[in-house]
């Protein structure tokens, strides 16, 4: 292999590690918000018992999180000098403005967030935990912007020629509302609700089927299943929105999307299906003019494909952008199916009854970061072959230095470290949802009615 695949499979391997956590932060910093404004509320103790909970499994994700994130950073000055030096000033505004409102804002609080209970007064915890979620948020913001300005650039012009150009901020705050940025930012977002939500639906599920901490695990599910309902309903809208940026943007990653080739005809909607590169047609099930009408309201309208670029202007890797964008589509449409069901047993009054759901929701919680991971990969892949879009070339923007056999080292390095800490959290993860959310006289449904039983016989 070269070093341009070898750097951005490297690139590839880090930041799908590193995009497992800041999802999960921003989900759960949600939930516990709602949690312990519950209980500063009501006064009912178990929303305190359940904020303390997933405060603890919290730190372990954002630790977690932060470390993986720095080496994302030291790997744009090793294996990409070139894209480092054109996007610097962009980017280092963007992650300028993360440090100073989001990082200091989140760390700042989460001492006492994570080390404050019982040392001060619950509504200052609870101010908080609500600057940890904002900071979180507000880091989630920077990040996107940075990389939405790569899809779609606004806001700047072009200093010098050659391999010596390098982009530098006219406006920034169009550059920090290019395009795309509002729609793929709200599309995270959601998506992140999404992931803390199913991990918290999941454990509580896990805990009702085996008969423990009954109460306490209905309260947590019912909020949990009434984030994810709104973020599942919200994320269709916001996924249509991303979508026609995407079309209006960049039309050759929407062709590659739906694998629709010709240069200017009436496009399909795919349900499922498979691309055959060669013959440039794709074989599944589809909606006749699907695509036409979601871009333009008619069946007929005429939408760019892939024959409409050069060759080498457009992605090569067709078949794998149009899985994972199916695959994101199609785990969406599954997450509101599984929530609607719960939001109307739960109307019913039998949704704790209904083992099947509940077993449903226990294995649902891979669902979201599958569809996270493979929405980032569509959006990145569907880019090439722009590292900037129509600006800078993904093999112009590789350090000069950099060999392939040091890449492939570090890959290999990496993938050992990442399986070590990915076996941590997994280890750290099961013993605290083991143990459970125990605070003083709460504890196990089973073994308090037999200690209760045994003090009533004595």
Known sequence: MDVEILSRLQFALTISFHYIYPPLSIGLGLIMVIMEGLYLRTGDKQYEDLARFWTRIFAVTFGIGVATGIVMEFEFG???????????????????????????????????????????????????????????????????????????PAGYHIVGTGMEARAEITDFWAMVFNPSSVERLSHVWLGSFLAGAFLVMSVHAWYLLHGRFGDISKKAFRIALLVAVV?????LFAGHKSAEVVAEHQPAKLAALEGHYDSLGVADMYL???????????????????????????????????????????????????QFYHI???????????????????????????????????????????????????????????????????????????????????????????????????????????????????????????????????
């Open 78 to 152: 090793t294996n990409w000098a070139t894209y480092s030096r054109y996007v610097g000033d962009i980017f280092g505004s963007a992650l300028a403005a993360e440090g100073i409102f989001a990082f200091a804002l989140e760390s700042g609080f989460l001492g006492v967030l994570l080390f404050g209970w019982d040392r001060v007064k619950p509504a200052v915890h609870f101010i908080a935990t609500v600057g940890v979620w904002l900071g979180s948020m507000f880091s989630a913001i920077w990040i996107v912007v940075a990389n939405s300005w790569q899809q779609t």
């Open 231 to 235: 973020s599942s309903l919200a994320q």
């Open 272 to 322: 499922i299906g498979w691309v055959d590169k060669e013959n440039k047609k794709v074989t599944g099930i589809r909606i006749p003019g699907g695509l036409s009408f979601l871009t333009g309201f008619d069946f007929k309208t005429r939408v760019k494909g892939l024959d409409y670029f050069g060759e080498e202007d457009r992605p090569s890797a067709v078949n794998a952008i149009f």
């Open 328 to 458: 994101m589509v199609a785990i969406g449409m599954a997450l509101i199916a599984i929530s609607l069901a719960g939001l109307y047993y739960w109307w019913r009054g039998t949704l704790f009854e209904k083992r099947w759901l509940l077993w449903g929701f226990v294995g649902a919680v891979l669902l979201p970061q599958i569809a996270n991971q493979a929405g980032w990969f569509a959006a990145e892949m569907g880019r090439q072959p722009w590292v900037v879009y129509g600006h800078l070339r993904t093999s112009d923007a590789l350090s000069k230095s950099v060999t392939a056999n040091h890449v492939l080292f570090s890959i290999i390095l990496f993938t050992i470290i990442y399986i070590f800490l990915f076996t941590l959290f997994v280890y750290m993860m099961n013993k605290k949802i083991q143990h459970g959310p125990v605070s003083g006289e709460l504890m196990d449904d089973r073994p308090r009615q037999k200690d209760m039983t045994k003090k009533i016989t004595d």
